[in-house]
């Protein structure tokens, strides 16, 4: 299990690298701000990757959609025991520019 962390955290930092940190604003530019919709963000890569776009400046707004739970936890419950898991905190997402949707994409608008 530590040799596929140490993989993926690998993979993460070889493809995050240029990301620029973030850097705290009260307001952003409309014009030059990013939204990103966020699938596979409760697993390891994904929740890595949610951190990264956390931390940047330019990004605006994260919708992080995940599948609908069998047991029924919600995506931010889910998307918190990631960030605990792959992070030892959930610090970050207490961020107001991420929110947690249920949803499935091959469903028509999202189910």
């Known amino acids: 299990m530590e040799q596929k962390r140490q993989r993926v955290y690998a993979l993460v930092e070889k493809y995050t690298q240029n990301i620029p940190k973030r850097t705290i604003t009260t307001s952003y530019d409309a014009r030059s701000s990013k939204v990103v919709l966020l699938t596979g963000g409760t697993g390891s890569l994904g929740s890595n990757i949610l951190a990264r776009l956390l931390e940047r400046g330019d990004v605006s707004k994260i919708?992080?959609?995940?599948?609908?739970?069998?047991?029924?936890?919600?995506?931010?419950?889910?998307?918190?025991?990631?960030?605990?898991?792959?992070?030892?905190?959930?610090?970050?997402?207490?961020?107001?520019k991420v929110e947690f949707l249920d949803g499935d994409p091959s469903l028509d608008n999202f189910g």
């Open 63 to 96: 919708y992080a959609l995940s599948r609908a739970s069998i047991a029924g936890s919600a995506s931010r419950d889910r998307h918190a025991q990631a960030f605990v898991r792959e992070h030892g905190s959930q610090e970050l997402l207490s961020d107001a």
